[in-house]
């Protein structure tokens, strides 16, 4: 054979190869992710593998209606906080059934259907997903991302059971509630004031995602437990939240977090939404040795909205885990690349407020140390701080990757007082080191906002929030927008497009800043009697322009003078109200 015969015989082979390798990938090639295809490549034909296979279309039409799509309370929920565009996408409409049974024909385990994602999760082999990848209305096959949750491994317990009787009250301040031991949190971020307002997430239902709800019949609990509790644990695939024997996911996270946004028992524990209602989502698997993976939070965050649910509370961040598992880092936290920040980002679409822990990874010099969902740009995430109103060490730090300032606030994440977890437990703890522990204070808050104007946007929300709260100097990657000020974030929801304007307008101080008098003016559309109080950042009340004073409709210039109150240089807030009922609320800024 000649060296042309040669060359001629060999190109032959190496287009036919070229050609087989093209036909192979042609067909399946663009259905399968990178990193899916990294995973199976190597992998035994019988393993199982978790993926998402993602569908092309779906049925139905939004001119049918939201009620054939929709629950009555989830068209309830977003009917209120949804102003901006209609209340319904095509995110809501259902994932195809056909489409299901036809992957369910193949032998394959569904696990989860996500109508966000157009999506299921599933068990499958490397050759099922050789067969589904061959399906027409099969878009897209993925690996479901696995986790260790970087803020549920971080938090450590100080297990100091208290129990007995305690009469400290509240040291500081007069208030019609005893918050026993716990009143240094709630203090810290002004919740004894706003609870005099009033305010006590009353009919807000907040969603808790978390795992081991393992004392639920702890006296703390107990009003809760009267307005009733809808569970789903999404680990085990059925309504138990509590711990048992040959179960997945036990553990005492969850009774922590929980006794931070809804407890109450006079005297030891009262937290900032006593008064909401609260279902629960067990979605993490606490086994050390087991990832956790990304189709547990959005099916929980899909369950909540369809039961109505205001607020989700998830005191859970995701980050990279350990090879051969496939997961996020750090690089990713870019708002819209982790499947649960894009489903935190849905749920704000569809009028729920999220908040976050924003992790317990610390501070790194050269990237940001968040974990997902906390990169969100909808999601209000939470940092942690002493009592003393210093950064936990451990707290995480911005930017997203994309530049965005996180975290958005802080609240108390060192030394919180909490329920004591454990079936049977009657006393309380301080635990130590957690953002986990911030955050439902933060989401209890939030209820206390929409207590006070239920009307409210999770947008609005988070910027009222932000702008209310303490913070000296411009935010930045170390606290954001620095501690929540419940007191001033509710006054502040009040006033927010207030409903009664026509009847009373409360117009803003000239001059302001001032010294040594400035006025006020009122306006009234209807004889009423008002009274103009004012407070300090803290909520603490310095002094009354008038009280219980009768006016009839008209227009009314009314002249301050701080110093016959004594007031010191500052920043204050005046409120105006009716039968204990607040209208507004301004501020301003006295020059002494």
């Known amino acids: 054979m000649n060296k042309a015969s040669l060359k001629i015989i060999v190109s032959i082979f190496i287009i036919s190869c070229l050609i087989t390798a093209v036909s192979a990938t042609a067909g399946t090639g663009k259905k399968i992710s990178s990193r899916l295809e990294n995973s199976i490549r190597y992998s035994p034909p019988s393993e199982r593998h978790l993926v998402w296979i993602f569908f092309t279309d779906k049925p139905g039409s939004l001119n049918s209606g939201p009620e054939n799509f929709l629950t009555e309370k989830s068209i309830d929920r977003r009917l209120k906080r949804i102003k901006d565009k209609e209340i319904t996408d095509q995110l809501d409409l259902p994932v195809n059934r056909n489409y299901i049974r036809e992957i369910s024909g193949l032998g394959i385990e569904i696990r989860h259907v996500s109508k966000w994602f157009n999506a299921v999760s599933c068990y499958a082999t490397k050759i099922q997903i050789e067969q589904i990848t061959g399906k027409s209305f099969v878009k897209e096959t993925d690996i479901v991302m696995s986790y260790k949750n970087a803020d549920f491994a971080s938090d450590e317990l100080t297990k100091n059971n208290l129990s007995g009787n305690y009469h400290d009250g509240n040291p500081n301040i007069v208030s019609e509630i005893n918050y026993g031991p716990s009143f240094n949190q709630s203090n810290l971020i002004n919740v004894p004031q706003a609870h005099d307002l009033g305010y006590t997430g009353n009919n807000i239902l907040i969603a808790s995602f978390d795992a081991g709800f393992d004392n639920l019949q702890h006296s703390c609990f107990g009003r809760i437990r009267e307005k009733g509790i809808r569970s789903y644990d999404f680990v085990n695939g059925d309504t138990i939240v509590a711990n048992d024997t040959g179960r997945h996911g036990n553990g005492s996270h969850g009774t922590l977090t929980l006794s931070l946004v809804c407890g109450y028992d006079p005297g030891w524990l009262v937290s900032p939404a006593f008064d909401s209602r609260i279902i629960l989502a067990k979605t993490e698997n606490t086994e050390s040795e087991t990832p956790l993976e990304e189709d547990n939070w959005i099916a929980a965050a899909e369950w909540a909205d369809s039961l109505g649910a205001d607020i989700i509370t998830s005191s859970l961040s995701y980050l990279a885990f350990n090879p051969p598992y496939t997961s996020y880092t750090w690089q990713d936290m870019d708002g819209n690349t982790a499947r649960i920040t894009i489903a935190a980002d849905i749920a704000v679409s569809k009028g729920i407020i999220v908040v976050t822990s924003a992790s317990n990874d610390g501070f790194n010099p050269d990237h940001n140390t968040l974990g997902a969902p906390a990169d969100g740009k909808k999601v209000i995430t939470v940092g942690a701080v002493t009592l003393g109103k210093l950064r936990a060490s451990f707290s995480s730090v911005g930017p997203t990757v994309d530049g965005r300032i996180k975290p958005d606030v802080m609240a108390l994440g060192v030394s919180n007082y909490t329920a004591f977890p454990g079936s049977g437990n009657v006393g309380y703890l301080n635990s130590s080191s957690g ?44 606290t954001g927008w620095g501690i929540v000020n419940a007191f001033s974030a509710v006054q502040a929801a009040v006033s927010f497009n207030n409903s009664v304007p026509g009847d009373f307008t409360l117009g803003q101080n000239y001059p302001n800043p001032f010294n040594p008098s400035t006025t006020i003016n009122i306006t009234l559309k209807k004889d009423a009697i008002l009274s103009l109080t004012v407070y300090d950042v803290s909520g603490r009340e310095t002094g009354k322009i008038f009280s219980g004073r009768a006016f009839g409709k008209g227009s009314y210039n009314l002249r301050y003078n701080p110093e016959s109150d004594g007031l010191q240089s500052g920043v204050y807030f005046y409120t105006l109200t009716e039968d204990n009922i607040i209208i507004d609320t301004k501020k301003f800024v006295y020059l002494k």
């Open 435 to 478: 953002t986990s522990l911030a955050c439902p204070m933060v989401a209890g808050v939030c209820a206390l906002m929409l207590s006070a104007n239920p009307q409210l946007t999770p947008d609005e929300v988070k910027e009222l929030l932000l702008s209310t709260a303490e913070k000296n100097g411009p935010p930045d990657n170390l």
